[in-house]
């Protein structure tokens, strides 16, 4: 680790600062968390949905001026420190109240979701991302689009996916849509359940301190990622360019990573000096990743997409572990928002009519608008 310098009683002093290993944790005090919750409502009542062009346009106006200043603080500061110390997550603990009788029970799929039930939580999921500052975007290659909140649910067809409805197989850390040069810079996910228990999963690249030889030989571009478990098998085919696995600041560097599909998805087609960087890189990330967080209903992840990957543990959906014995409970519901810093740098890929909606397939190449 080298010596940062800090200044103390206007001098600097050297210290040593080790590498971060775990997320931010921020308690939201009773007080907060209800001033979030009568915001997310006064904006359902004002605006209708988070998508409403008049609320989406004075987004940052809004994040400013409603939520509490001591979570406006840290994500502001949040979104442009990159520095050694900085892991790429926060945790947001007890951030709102969930009325899970409102909820509903948990539909089969997000394609069952009555979209109304989610407007509040889409407001208050906004208005953080607005803090960083950063706007709400979709992407076609998520859904369709889908819109700007996603309720994540397990889904039983396709439980043993690499996917967010997955369940039955762990999800293996990655980094949002790792297929595409646009993709999230900041992601946040808002637990509504987690009646199963299910811990949460965060790696950071900060994680491993100074660069060494594994993580140099990552900023060569020869490494191919192949679109996710969402695409049929055959749109897979011809997806021959190649790119680094970090980027940016050779010492402070951003990682753009996905172990499912570039290690452990043949259709890769990895060449043999690009697998063999790839796997001593997992070997030695694999020990860092931060598994200890199982997420109550109303706490929130906020993640620095170029930081910090993502996953979760496998687990059997709709069933708790009660001394010993599984139960039938509420499956997992969680709610995903995506995020962009600027929406000028992501025109060349975003609809013609919809500057929120990201038109990327594949590193580069559009689908057809």
Same mark, same amino acid.
């Given at each position: 680790?080298?010596?940062?310098?800090?200044?103390?009683?206007?001098?600097?002093?050297?210290?040593?600062?080790?590498?971060?290993?775990?997320?931010?944790?921020?308690?939201?005090?009773?007080?907060?968390?209800?001033?979030?919750?009568?915001?997310?409502?006064?904006?359902?009542?004002?605006?209708?949905?988070?998508?409403?062009?008049?609320?989406?346009?004075?987004?940052?106006?809004?994040? +400013?001026?409603?939520?509490?200043?001591?979570?406006?603080?840290?994500?502001?500061?949040?979104?442009?420190?990159?520095?050694?110390?900085? *892991?790429?997550?926060?945790?947001?603990?007890? @951030?709102?109240?969930?009325?899970?009788? &409102? @909820?509903?029970?948990?539909?089969?799929?997000?394609?069952?979701?009555?979209?109304?039930?989610?407007?509040?939580?889409? +407001?208050?999921?906004?208005?953080?991302?607005?803090?960083?500052?950063?706007?709400?975007?979709?992407?076609?290659?998520?859904?369709?689009?889908?819109?700007?909140?996603?309720?994540?649910?397990?889904?039983?067809?396709?439980? *043993?996916?690499?996917?967010?409805?997955?369940?039955?197989?762990?999800?293996?850390?990655?980094?949002?849509?790792?297929?595409?040069?646009?993709?999230?810079?900041?992601?946040? +996910?808002?637990?509504?359940?987690?009646?199963?228990?299910?811990?949460?999963?965060?790696?950071?690249?900060?994680?491993?301190?100074?660069?060494? &030889?594994?993580?140099?030989?990552?900023?060569?571009?020869? *490494?191919?990622?192949?679109?996710?478990?969402?695409?049929?098998?055959?749109?897979?085919?011809?997806?021959?360019?190649?790119?680094?696995?970090? =980027?940016?600041?050779?010492?402070?560097?951003?990682?753009? +990573?996905?172990?499912?599909?570039?290690?452990?998805?043949?259709?890769? &087609?990895?060449?043999?000096?690009?697998?063999?960087?790839?796997?001593?890189?997992?070997?030695?990330?694999?020990?860092?990743?931060?598994?200890? =967080?199982?997420?109550?209903?109303?706490?929130?992840?906020?993640?620095?997409?170029?930081?910090?990957?993502?996953?979760?543990?496998?687990?059997?959906?709709?069933?708790?572990?009660?001394?010993?014995?599984?139960?039938?409970?509420?499956?997992?519901?969680?709610?995903?928002?995506?995020?962009?810093?600027?929406?000028?740098?992501?025109?060349?890929?975003?609809?013609?009519? &919809?500057? *929120? @909606?990201?038109?990327?397939?594949?590193?580069?190449?559009?689908?057809?608008?």
């Amino acid at each position: 680790m080298k010596p940062i310098y800090m200044e103390m009683n206007g001098h600097a002093v050297n210290t040593i600062v080790p590498p971060p290993l775990s997320p931010l944790v921020i308690q939201i005090t009773p007080r907060e968390a209800n001033r979030i919750n009568v915001v997310g409502d006064m904006l359902v009542r004002e605006f209708g949905s988070c998508e409403n062009p008049a609320y989406i346009s004075e987004l940052h106006l809004n994040a +400013f001026q409603l939520l509490p200043e001591r979570i406006v603080k840290i994500l502001s500061n949040f979104g442009t420190d990159f520095s050694a110390a900085q *892991y790429g997550a926060i945790i947001f603990k007890g @951030l709102i109240h969930v009325d899970q009788e &409102d @909820l509903g029970p948990t539909p089969s799929s997000w394609q069952q979701m009555d979209p109304a039930k989610l407007y509040r939580y889409g +407001f208050i999921s906004s208005l953080l991302h607005g803090v960083v500052p950063s706007k709400p975007v979709q992407y076609f290659a998520q859904r369709k689009g889908g819109g700007l909140i996603h309720a994540v649910i397990p889904d039983e067809k396709m439980s *043993y996916t690499q996917t967010g409805s997955g369940s039955k197989t762990d999800l293996f850390v990655h980094t949002e849509d790792a297929f595409l040069f646009n993709q999230a810079d900041f992601l946040s +996910f808002l637990f509504l359940r987690n009646e199963e228990g299910v811990p949460s999963s965060l790696y950071s690249i900060r994680s491993h301190g100074e660069m060494n &030889d594994n993580l140099k030989a990552l900023f060569k571009p020869i *490494y191919k990622c192949p679109k996710d478990a969402n695409y049929a098998l055959e749109d897979f085919q011809g997806e021959d360019v190649t790119t680094s696995v970090l =980027y940016g600041n050779e010492a402070r560097p951003f990682i753009r +990573f996905d172990a499912a599909e570039q290690i452990y998805n043949e259709q890769a &087609d990895q060449s043999p000096e690009a697998m063999e960087h790839l796997v001593n890189f997992w070997e030695e990330a694999q020990p860092l990743i931060y598994n200890d =967080y199982v997420p109550d209903a109303g706490d929130l992840i906020f993640v620095n997409n170029h930081l910090c990957a993502h996953g979760r543990n496998a687990f059997l959906a709709g069933f708790r572990k009660e001394n010993g014995v599984m139960v039938k409970c509420e499956r997992r519901m969680m709610l995903r928002m995506m995020s962009k810093t600027s929406l000028i740098n992501i025109q060349s890929v975003a609809h013609t009519d &919809d500057p *929120y @909606l990201i038109m990327e397939e594949h590193y580069g190449s559009l689908f057809k608008k």
